[in-house]
């Protein structure tokens, strides 16, 4: 029997072909799941939040108040679409945590099953594109959260963003400090001219208030996508 990732119980697991060609990676066990919130009914179209959360005031038709902010916005009509896996919760907020700032990378291969679900049923065929760290963020955390997410999908993903400058952490910054900012931070990376016409789906942890993937959309633009989307863990 495998050991729970987060809290270490041991746990039977159902036998799945997704687990058997995993070779023996192990998951969370079902008390953990339990906690975790799965976004699944009555989300927004465009950014895959619960509307069923929100007060009505603030939805119109299938669209959140957010979204519908963003189509005034140059970013706004770029992203065609976002889903998210999980509700970003207490349980979420410490997963992040301790994957991303305490070095857990593995900790990550507990949403595999999940995560490949949610491609295949939105994305299939689109390039997956992680969010990239600048070079002094990636010398202090070791890993890229979103390149470690890319990954987990198990397709071939591209490599086709830089973030040049380093900047303050976003979970520091206040939602109003995240909208506010209006200098791109991402650049195409040398060669993705390559991938000119191609769909791609945005890979990054957690979807705040969609500023990070709408930038790295908008840095995507100039190679004429057929279609840029993003996915995200938590929502």
């Known amino acids: 029997m495998p050991n729970c990732l987060w809290c270490g119980a041991r746990y039977e697991e159902a036998i799945r072909w997704t687990r058997l060609l995993a070779h023996g990676r192990s998951g969370f066990c079902a008390r953990c799941l339990e906690k975790l919130e799965p976004l699944t009914e009555d989300l927004c179209e465009v950014c895959g939040r619960d509307l069923a959360a929100l007060d009505p005031r603030y939805v119109k038709g ?3 108040g957010d979204c519908t902010a963003w189509e005034a916005d140059p970013l706004g009509g770029v992203l065609k679409m976002n889903r998210s896996l999980y509700v970003y919760n207490g349980l979420m907020r410490d997963i ?3 994957f991303k700032f305490k070095g857990d990378a593995v900790l990550i291969e507990g949403f595999l099953d999940g ?6 049923q939105h994305f299939k065929g ?4 992680p969010v990239p760290l600048s070079a002094e963020r990636l ?10 997410l890319a990954e987990l999908l198990g397709v071939p993903y591209g490599d086709l963003l830089r973030r040049p400058r380093h900047g303050e952490k976003q979970s520091k910054k206040t939602r109003r400090e995240r909208l506010a900012r209006r200098d791109n931070p991402f650049v195409l990376a040398p060669g993705a001219e ?3 016409g191609q769909g791609f789906v945005i890979i990054d942890d957690v979807y705040t208030t969609g500023a990070t993937v709408r930038f790295a959309a908008a840095a995507l633009a100039p190679l004429r996508p057929a279609r840029i989307c993003s996915m995200t863990l938590a929502r």
Not at 115 to 120: C, E, S
Request: glycine share 0%; hydrophobic share 40%.
């Open 96 to 98: 992040m945590a301790r």
């Open 115 to 120: 995560w490949r679900k949610l491609y295949r």
């Open 126 to 129: 689109l390039v997956p594109v």
């Open 194 to 196: 390559r991938f000119r």
């Open 62 to 64: 299938n669209v959140c």
């Open 139 to 148: 010398a202090t955390r070791f890993f890229n959260q979103s390149e470690r």
